[in-house]
């Protein structure tokens, strides 16, 4: 059954897995690249956990607030688009009708084949309003309270992600020791995670956990070179 | 005309602007309240810099490395599904007959009203391939070439943003006196760019300028509170 295959792909690759994706490839990727471009200049794992947890805190808002944010537009777009389209149907309903009869002309379709459609559309005005939000405009319907479980989602996997680099600076006082542990510790995870995002996403499994471990590496080569170039 | 109206946001708010949009949101966040936060405990220029520089690579990379993957992963999904949808379209047209059906049902109208638009499009079996894939699936064909100029967009808005809240230590010794001035001129930098974004994406300018203030503040205060705790 292709339809069920279809919502199942959907289900999987849904809004919570999206965020936690969102969080927590940032999350891994630029506190590992910030703690191991500073050790390149600083040999103090103080100074690093301290930079690391400042980037944490103000990387997991900034993302989080900004997720949160968009969200809320997202809803607001998509109430006052609904709103709009009602009014049109109601006021124009002359031009609305032609713009579903122009939807079906992209595919190829006359004015007489979609002719029973749009007879049926204009007879039940909230269906009609429907119908152009997902097809005229692509707008699908907001899910209520996304914003705020999107906002923690998002934050918490920053969080979560950005620790596993910053143990070993926490544990181990020379910075120089740590980054050895924090990189070995930081890649393996960063492939576990692309490797569970491509399950999850639809990719294949292995090209994403080498593609996750990829990102992670230059972000960080580029960090540490910029730093030990400046310090 | 409401027709083009609406062409006209979806042009204004484009894919470029987006790319703009992500890359500068966390390039003038993230290394402001990176720089901000460690001025709550070291004092020396130097290192601030360092470290925000360091997180501006690493970002940037981690961004736009991450904007491109997403957008060929996109790209690759869109062609994956599009091969799927022929081949049902050939060998199970049955079953795809009764998945337009069913899609025209959850608008309320009944098989013989949607019977003229079914067989319309099983006559031109790649406007039908077409038709699923927007009205099925709600995917939209990507613009080619699009993931090189995403990561590039994004990672370019990530710099320039990021360079802002540290080009005052990159000038003053002090980390105190630099940090006043990165306040002051990031803050105006996050108003008039929430403003832009925005009158851009068909947010209320002051509303949305206003968020991107906030924003900024809370993460550069959380990151200044936890940097002068731990310090």
Redesign the interface.
């Known amino acids: 059954?292709?339809?069920t295959q279809?919502v199942e792909r959907h289900f999987t690759a849904g809004d919570v897995v999206r965020d936690v994706v969102i969080g927590m490839?940032?999350g891994l990727?630029?506190p590992?690249?910030?703690a191991a471009?500073?050790s390149g200049?600083?040999d103090a794992s103080?100074?690093i956990?301290?930079?690391g947890?400042?980037?944490v805190?103000?990387?997991s808002?900034?993302?989080g607030?900004?997720g949160y944010?968009a969200a809320k537009?997202d809803a607001?777009?998509y109430a006052s688009e609904r709103r709009?389209e009602h009014q049109?149907v109601r006021e124009?309903p002359g031009?609305?009708v032609a713009?579903v009869a122009?939807i079906?002309q992209d595919?190829?379709?006359?004015a007489?084949?979609?002719?029973?459609?749009v007879?049926?559309?204009t007879q039940?005005p909230d269906?009609?309003v429907?119908?152009m939000m997902?097809?005229?405009?692509?707008l699908?319907k907001p899910e209520p309270g996304r914003a705020a479980r999107s906002a923690l989602t998002i934050a918490g996997s920053y969080v979560a992600g950005g620790m596993i680099p910053l143990a070993p600076y926490l544990v181990l006082a020379s910075a120089r020791q740590a980054l050895g542990v924090s990189v070995g510790v930081t890649l393996l995870a960063l492939g576990v995670f692309g490797y569970v995002k491509g399950h999850f996403?639809?990719?294949r499994p292995v090209r994403s956990s080498l593609?996750t471990v990829?990102?992670?590496s230059?972000?960080?080569g580029?960090?540490?070179l910029?730093?030990r170039a400046?310090?």
């Open positions: 059954m292709p339809t279809h490839s940032d990727t630029v590992f690249a910030l471009g500073l200049a600083v103080a100074i956990v301290t930079a947890l400042a980037e805190a103000a990387g808002i900034a993302m607030l900004g944010l537009s607001e777009h709009r049109e124009k031009a609305e713009e122009a079906f595919y190829g379709l006359s007489e084949e979609s002719a029973p459609v007879r049926a559309l039940s269906a009609w429907d119908f997902r097809f005229e405009l692509g699908e996403t639809g990719a593609q990829l990102i992670g230059l972000a960080a580029a960090a540490f910029i730093a400046i310090s």
